[in-house]
């Protein structure tokens, strides 16, 4: 099966339209505050409605409280609920759709990838101040050994390199700034080039 394509950080309905006319199988909703990718409750829920069940709606959470969580969950109808914290175990458990948990690789980790939790894992590239969105690309031998069925790969795709991801077999690639003409808003373009080249890698 050729990899699913996740883009990120969709800010507005004309951008999350353009993911799926393009092929996109998945869409991410930031509700971090502090990232210029946030949307609120509103918002999410436009982009919802207006997408309907043609794609997957990943909400993209970092620390958030449990209700916090549950409100959006609820108010958006989300499928999936993607962890980019810090959260511990209690925290990724109990809910009713699957979650995936990020995780940051430092270059010192080598091929010593541990085990994840969740039932996906996204693996992205560490940044000693941001939760993802850092555009930094992840070293690919570090993930050469791993088993990938269930993880998703980002860190600083574009339309040029997610090929080369792409041959590794992920479940999915994940892409947020590489497609975009500035913070947050999407150029639709390097939208239908990433999701061409992530899905004729095979």
Partial sequence: ?????????????????????????????????????????????????AIGARAVVVGVFVNAARAYIDERLRAVSLDMIQFSGDEDDAALAGWPVPSIVARRL???EGSGVRPHRGDYVLYDSFDAKLFGGTGNRISLDQL???????????GGLNPDNVGEVATLEPYAVDCASGVESSPGVKDHDKIRSFVNNAKRSR
Wanted: some cysteine; charged content about 30%; glycine content about 4%.
């Fill in 144 to 154: 050469r050994a791993v088993d990938l069925s269930r993880a998703f790969i980002a």
């Fill in 106 to 108: 430092k270059a010192v």
């Fill in 1 to 49: 099966m050729t990899v699913r394509v996740k883009i990120c950080g969709i800010t507005i309905v004309e951008d999350a339209r353009a993911a799926i006319e393009a092929g996109a199988d998945m869409i991410g909703l930031n509700f971090y505050a502090k990232t210029p990718r946030f949307v609120d409750v509103d918002r999410a829920r436009e982009i919802r409605e």
